[in-house]
């Protein structure tokens, strides 16, 4: 199973970035995604899920409303929509998904948001 981020960088707040997780080594189409975050000092937290068609999508309260979770099965890619971006977002953010009862994580890619 392997996991990899992309896509973030330096914004400003109010700005927007779509982060990507490229999956690979599992049948990613039967496996529900989800993003987590950690920002420095603070402990790694749920953000957003996604289940294995899409239909089902699930929230942090701090990110509802303007983060989106989707993903492309014919590319084994999940993606995380990011608008309105605020200080507090400021974090290492990674995907996630648990095979055969483990849990795999990517090394995660660093969002900025600052003036």
């Known amino acids: 199973v392997q996991l990899v981020e992309s896509g973030g960088g330096l914004v400003q707040p109010g700005g927007s970035l779509r982060l990507s997780c490229a999956a690979s080594?599992?049948?990613?189409?039967?496996?529900?995604m989800s993003w987590y975050r950690q920002a420095p000092g603070k402990e790694r937290e749920l953000a957003a899920s996604i289940s294995s068609a899409g239909g089902r999508r699930n929230y942090a309260d701090s990110v509802k409303g303007r983060f989106t979770i989707s993903r492309d099965n014919a590319k084994n890619t999940v993606y995380l929509q990011m608008n309105s971006l605020k200080l507090e977002d400021t974090a290492v953010y990674y995907c996630?998904?648990?095979?055969?009862?483990?849990?795999?994580w990517g090394k995660g890619t660093l969002v900025t948001v600052s003036s």
């Open positions: 996630k998904v648990n095979w055969g009862g483990v849990d795999y």
């Open positions: 080594g599992f049948t990613f189409r039967n496996y529900g």
